[in-house]
C-alpha cells in the first residue's frame, strides 16, 4: 500500500461570513502528481495557503509525513517556515523571485532551513560554517543545472525571462527537500513553447521519486501529469478521480461549462 | 532640450513655485513690534533657481527612464560602474584598502588636533552608518529611533561611570550589550509590525528614550546631562588631551576596521542573505522556511550593538552628554548616510557619511543648510538613484566542483 | 469636578485638532497606502501662513472677523498648494518603487520642509496673536471652557460633516473611495487617479491648514518644529482609529486628546509626549487594526 503524504480532511476555512473552504478532504501519496483544478475562485489557492501556514484554518485536520520518524505530524498551529521545515515547499501564482537577488542566491534561499550557521558562525567562518556554506552552494549549483537555469546562474533574479522565473520557483522550492511540492498554476502566464518544457521539467522531477501536489488551469497540462484529480468549486470538493474519470464526471461538466457561459 | 514647449513648462513651474513660496519666503513679520518686511529679492531667486531645476529635473527623470528600459535588454552589465569592477578585483581591493589605511595612520600627524578630532566624528558616523545598514539597507527596516541605541551607548558609559567609576574599556561591552538587549525588547513587540508602522514607532521609541532621559533627574542627570567622564584608558597611562584625542582617533580607526570586516562576513553569510531575501519578499522568504522573527530580530540587535558601541565612544571622546546629542535629527543623518551611499553597499556607506560629515564641516558657510540638504538627498536619491551613490552589487559565488571550474565573466 | 470638566474639554478640544491632521494621515493612507511624513509639516505652513497673513492684516487694522477668515482662507489655499507640490515632486514618481523608497522620500520631503521655514523665517517661538475673541455670552463658564476650544470643538465637527458629506455623496468622493478599494479597476472604469490622488492630497492638506490656525491661535506661539510631533500624535490617532478609516481617525484622535487630557492632568505633564508614544506603541502590537479598522489578510 501506498503511503500517504500528506492528510488533509474537514479543511474549513472562514473569512468574516464567507466560508471560502468548506469541509475539504485530500491526500496525496507518496511519489504522486496530484492537480486540484476548479473553476477561479474556487478558494484553491487558499486551500495552500492554509496547508502552508499562511492563513490560519476554521476547522480540520492538516498532517504531512514524517519520514524520519515514520508517522504523520499535525502541521496546524505552525508558522509558515516551520511548515517549510517539516518538508512543505511552494511555488506562488504571482512569481514571488527574491528579485535583487542573483538566481544562485535565490535557490540557497531554499537551503536555510536545512542549514544552521549562527551569527557566530558568520563573523568567525570556523571550519564547519565553510564547510555548510560550500554544500550550499554546490547543492544550489546542482538544482540550477537540474532545472536548466544554470546559464543564469550570477544574473539578477529580475532579469530573467518569465518562463525561467517560474521556473525558478520551482529550484528555490526543490533546494528545501520537501516531502512534498506545492505548485500554484507554474503553467499560468507561459507560452505552449515555455509550457511543454515545463511539462517535461515536472516529469523529471516525479521521475526521481517527488510528490507533487499542483494548481493548474491548463487541462492539457493537467491531464498529461497528474495520476489524480481533485475538482473544487464554491470552496467544496466536487469530485475526484484520475484523469479519466474527471474527463466524464458531470459535476465537473458542470461547473467548467457554468464558468465558461458566464464568461 | 531647449525647446519653446520645454522653456515654456520650465517658466510655469517657476511661476508655480514663486506662488507657493511666496508668504514664506518673502514675507516676514514681527507680531510684536507690528512691522512687516518684504523680501523681494527671494522672488527671483526662488524663480531662477526652480526654473534651472525644473530642467534639471525632468533631464534626471528622462535619463532614468532610458536606463531602466537599457538594463532590461543588457542585462546587469550597465549596472555595474567603473568603481565597481574596480573593487571587485582584489588586486585593486587591497591596493584601495591599503592606501586609505596609510592615510588614515598618517593623518593626526599631517592635520591639526582639531582636523584629527573631526575625522575621529567622520569615522563614528562611519560605524553607525555601517550598523544602520544591517537594519535598513540589508534587512530593509525602516528603524527612524536608531538615535536611541546610540543614546543607551552613551549613557551606560556615562552613568556606570558616574555612579560607579567604571571604566571605558568594561563599558565598551557593556554598552553594545545593552544597547542590543534594547533592540531585542523592542524588537519582539515591533517587529511583526508592517514595515510603515515600524517606522513611526522606532520614531516613537527613539523619543520616548530622550523624553525619559531629559525627565527622569535623579537617574540622568535630566537635561543638563553627565559630565566628566573619562576618556579611554592605555594600561593606566596619564595622556594629555591631545594625546588622548590621538588616542581615540586610532581606536576609531581600529573599530572602523573591525566593523568593516565583521558587516562584511555577516553581508555573505546565510543571515546575510535571509536579511535581503527578507527586504525583497517577507511571504517568500517565510514559504522558504526563514523565521521572519528571529531573522529581523538579529538584525535589529546586531545594528543596536554597533550604535551602542559608538554611543560609549562617543561619550569618551566628549566627556560630556547629554540629551540633546540624540535628538531626531541624528537618526535622520544617519539614515541620509545610509541612503546617499547606497543601501546595503558597505563601500557606499563609508563614502556617503565621509561625505556628509566631512563637507558640511568645511564649508562652514553651507553647515546652516545641511539639514535642508539631507531632507533634499532623501528625497532625490529614492526618485532618481535609489541603490545610492555605489550601490551594493550582488555577490557572484565560484565552485570547489572540478568538472566545472568558474569561467563566468560577467 | 470643575477641573474634570476643564480636563474633559481640554482634551476634546485637542483631540479635534488631532482629527484635522489625521484625516490628512488617512485619506492618503487609504488612498496610495502611504504614511505621509510630510503632512505635519503641512500644518506648520498652515500654521505659519496664517500667522503671516493675520499679522499683516491686524497691522492694516481689518476687523476680528475678517482676519479669521481672511488668515483661514490663505492658510487653506497654500497649505493645500504644498501638498499637490509635495506629491508630485517626492511621491508620484515612486508610486511604483519599493515602499521603503517612498517611505524614505516622505520623510526627507518633512526635514526638508521643517528647515525651509527654519531658514526662511526663524528658529524661535513666535507669537501668534489670538484670533478668536472671548465671548461674552462664555463669560459664566469661561473658567472651565475657553471660547477657543468651543470654536475648534465647532469647527472641526463642522469640517466633519462636509467632508462626510463630500465622500458620501459627491462624485470626487466616490471616485476617492472607489480608488482606494482598488487603484487599477478604478483607472479601468475611466478614474483619473492622478487626479484623484491630487485630489485627497488637497482636501488633506486644507483640513491640516485649518488645524495649523486653531492650534496656533489657541495656544499662542508657533515654530518650524511644531509639525514634526503634531504629525506623530495625529498618525497615533489615525493608526488608534484604524488608518484608512475616516470615523476611526476622528474616534481615534478624541481618545487620544483625551487620554492625554486626563493623564497630564491628572499624573504628569512632564511626560505628555511619552503618554501618547506609548499609546501608539502598545495600540500597534496589540491591536494593528485599530478600533474601526479592518483586518487586513494579506493576498498571497
Excluded at chain 2, 531647449?2 to 522653456?7: A, K, N
Excluded at chain 2, 518684504?38 to 530642467?55: E, H, Q
Aim: hydrophobic share 50%; aromatic share 10%.
Amino acid at each position: 500500500m501506498q503511503q500517504p503524504i500528506l492528510h488533509v480532511s474537514g479543511l474549513t476555512m472562514d473569512f468574516g461570513g464567507i466560508r471560502a473552504l468548506n469541509n475539504l478532504d485530500l491526500d496525496v501519496n507518496e511519489g504522486e502528481i496530484v492537480a486540484l483544478i476548479g473553476p477561479n475562485g474556487a478558494g484553491k489557492t487558499t486551500f495552500f495557503n492554509c496547508v502552508t501556514g499562511i492563513y490560519k484554518p476554521t476547522k480540520g485536520e492538516i498532517d504531512l509525513y514524517q519520514k524520519s520518524r515514520n508517522t504523520m505530524i499535525s502541521l496546524l498551529g505552525m508558522k509558515p517556515n516551520q511548515v517549510t521545515a517539516q518538508g512543505l515547499a511552494r511555488t506562488f501564482q504571482n512569481i514571488r523571485l527574491f528579485s535583487q537577488m542573483t538566481v544562485l542566491e535565490n535557490v540557497m534561499i531554499g537551503r536555510h532551513c536545512r542549514t544552521k550557521a549562527s551569527i557566530l558562525g558568520a563573523l568567525l567562518r570556523d571550519k564547519k560554517t565553510m564547510q555548510e556554506e560550500d554544500q550550499i552552494i554546490q547543492i544550489s549549483h546542482e538544482i540550477l543545472t537540474k532545472i536548466g537555469l544554470i546559464r543564469y546562474e550570477n544574473e539578477i533574479a529580475s532579469n530573467l525571462p518569465y518562463g525561467a522565473q517560474r521556473r525558478l520557483e520551482i529550484a528555490r522550492a526543490l533546494a528545501t527537500e520537501p516531502v512534498l511540492l506545492l505548485l500554484d498554476e507554474p503553467a499560468a502566464g507561459m507560452n505552449p513553447q515555455e509550457t511543454i518544457e515545463l511539462v517535461n521539467l515536472i516529469q523529471e522531477i516525479a521521475s526521481e521519486g517527488q510528490s507533487i501536489l499542483l494548481i493548474e488551469h491548463d487541462m492539457k497540462l493537467v491531464m498529461s501529469l497528474s495520476e489524480r484529480i481533485f475538482v473544487m468549486d464554491y470552496g467544496k470538493k466536487i469530485a475526484q478521480g484520475t484523469p479519466d474519470e474527471i474527463r466524464n464526471n458531470p459535476a465537473v461538466i458542470k461547473a467548467y461549462l457554468g464558468e465558461e457561459v458566464d464568461a | 532640450m531647449f525647446t519653446l514647449e520645454e522653456i515654456k513648462r520650465s517658466f510655469l513651474v517657476s511661476v508655480w513655485f514663486v506662488f507657493l513660496t511666496f508668504p514664506i519666503m518673502v514675507i516676514r513679520v514681527d507680531s510684536i513690534e507690528k512691522t512687516v518686511q518684504w523680501r523681494w529679492m527671494n522672488v527671483f531667486w526662488v524663480a531662477l533657481g526652480t526654473f534651472v531645476l525644473s530642467f534639471v529635473f525632468r533631464y534626471m527623470m528622462r535619463r532614468k527612464e532610458m536606463k531602466s528600459s537599457d538594463e532590461d535588454e543588457q542585462g546587469d552589465a550597465t549596472g555595474r560602474s567603473f568603481l565597481h569592477r574596480w573593487l571587485a578585483d582584489p588586486k585593486y581591493r587591497y591596493i584601495v584598502f591599503g592606501s586609505l589605511l596609510a592615510i588614515a595612520i598618517i593623518f593626526p600627524h599631517v592635520f591639526s588636533t582639531y582636523q584629527t578630532s573631526i575625522m575621529t566624528t567622520a569615522l563614528m558616523y562611519v560605524v553607525l552608518g555601517l550598523g544602520l545598514n544591517i537594519v535598513v539597507g540589508l534587512a530593509g527596516l525602516l528603524d527612524l529611533g536608531y538615535v536611541a541605541f546610540y543614546a543607551v551607548g552613551a549613557y551606560t558609559y556615562a552613568l556606570l561611570h558616574h555612579f560607579f567609576g567604571i571604566g571605558f574599556w568594561v563599558a565598551l561591552p557593556a554598552g553594545g550589550l545593552l544597547a542590543a538587549l534594547f533592540g531585542i525588547l523592542l524588537g519582539i513587540p515591533v517587529l511583526r509590525l508592517r514595515g510603515d508602522y515600524l517606522a513611526i514607532v522606532t520614531l516613537g521609541f527613539g523619543e520616548i528614550i530622550r523624553l525619559v532621559l531629559e525627565n527622569w533627574g535623579q537617574f540622568s542627570q535630566g537635561p543638563s546631562g553627565v559630565s566628566n567622564i573619562a576618556r579611554p584608558g592605555f594600561f593606566g597611562i596619564e595622556m594629555s588631551l591631545d594625546t588622548a584625542l590621538l588616542y581615540i582617533f586610532y581606536l576609531m580607526v581600529i573599530f572602523v576596521i573591525v566593523t568593516i570586516f565583521f558587516v562584511n562576513r555577516l553581508q555573505d553569510s546565510r543571515l546575510g542573505r535571509a536579511w535581503i531575501a527578507l527586504r525583497e519578499d517577507e511571504i517568500a522568504c517565510q514559504a522558504m522556511g526563514i523565521d521572519k522573527m528571529r531573522t529581523k530580530l538579529a538584525a535589529f540587535a546586531l545594528g543596536a550593538f554597533w550604535a551602542g558601541i559608538v554611543g560609549v565612544i562617543f561619550a569618551a571622546k566628549t566627556t560630556f552628554i547629554s540629551p540633546r546629542s540624540f535628538t531626531f535629527i541624528e537618526s535622520a543623518i544617519i539614515l541620509s548616510i545610509v541612503v546617499l551611499g547606497g543601501m546595503g553597499s558597505i563601500i557606499g556607506v563609508i563614502f556617503g557619511a565621509l561625505i556628509l560629515i566631512l563637507l558640511p564641516e568645511y564649508l562652514r558657510a553651507l553647515s546652516e543648510y545641511r539639514m535642508l540638504a539631507f531632507g533634499a538627498i532623501l528625497v532625490c536619491m529614492m526618485v532618481f538613484r535609489p541603490q545610492g551613490i555605489i550601490g551594493s552589487i550582488r555577490r557572484t559565488y565560484t565552485y570547489q566542483n572540478k568538472k566545472k571550474p568558474d569561467t563566468k565573466v560577467s | 469636578m470643575d477641573y474634570f470638566i476643564e480636563l474633559l474639554f481640554s482634551g476634546l478640544s485637542r483631540g479635534a485638532i488631532y482629527a484635522l491632521i489625521a484625516l490628512g494621515y488617512t485619506m492618503v493612507y487609504g488612498i496610495i497606502g502611504l504614511i505621509n511624513f510630510a503632512h505635519g509639516e503641512i500644518y506648520m505652513i498652515g500654521a505659519f501662513t496664517s500667522f503671516i497673513v493675520a499679522t499683516i492684516l491686524t497691522i492694516l487694522g481689518f476687523p476680528a472677523l475678517a482676519i479669521i477668515v481672511l488668515a483661514g482662507l490663505a492658510a487653506v489655499i497654500w497649505s493645500a498648494s504644498y501638498g499637490f507640490t509635495i506629491e508630485k515632486i517626492a511621491y508620484k514618481p515612486l508610486r511604483h518603487a519599493p515602499r521603503l523608497s517612498a517611505l524614505i522620500s516622505a520623510i526627507g520631503m518633512s526635514m526638508f520642509l521643517q528647515n525651509y521655514v527654519l531658514l526662511a523665517q526663524t528658529s524661535d517661538f513666535l507669537p501668534f496673536p489670538q484670533l478668536i475673541p472671548d465671548f461674552d455670552f462664555m463669560e459664566p463658564i469661561a473658567h472651565i471652557v475657553g471660547s477657543s476650544d468651543m470654536i475648534i470643538l465647532v469647527v472641526t465637527t463642522l469640517v466633519m460633516i462636509g467632508l462626510t458629506l463630500l465622500i458620501k455623496y459627491t462624485k470626487i468622493g466616490k471616485a476617492m473611495r472607489a480608488t482606494s478599494q482598488d487603484r487599477t479597476m478604478a483607472m479601468l472604469v475611466g478614474i483619473n487617479v492622478n487626479r484623484i490622488i491630487s485630489v485627497t492630497f488637497i482636501i488633506g492638506s486644507s483640513l491640516a491648514a485649518i488645524g495649523g490656525m486653531l492650534v496656533a491661535s489657541h495656544i499662542g506661539q508657533i515654530n518650524f518644529y511644531i509639525g514634526f510631533i503634531a504629525g506623530i500624535k495625529a498618525f497615533t490617532a489615525a493608526v488608534l482609529g484604524g488608518i484608512g478609516s475616516i470615523p476611526g481617525a476622528v474616534l481615534g484622535s478624541v481618545v487620544l486628546g483625551l487620554t492625554e487630557s486626563f493623564a497630564t492632568g491628572y499624573v504628569s505633564s512632564d511626560y505628555e509626549d511619552v503618554f501618547a508614544f506609548s499609546l501608539l506603541v502598545l495600540i500597534l502590537i496589540f491591536k494593528p487594526s485599530g478600533i474601526l479598522g479592518k483586518v487586513d489578510t494579506q493576498k498571497v
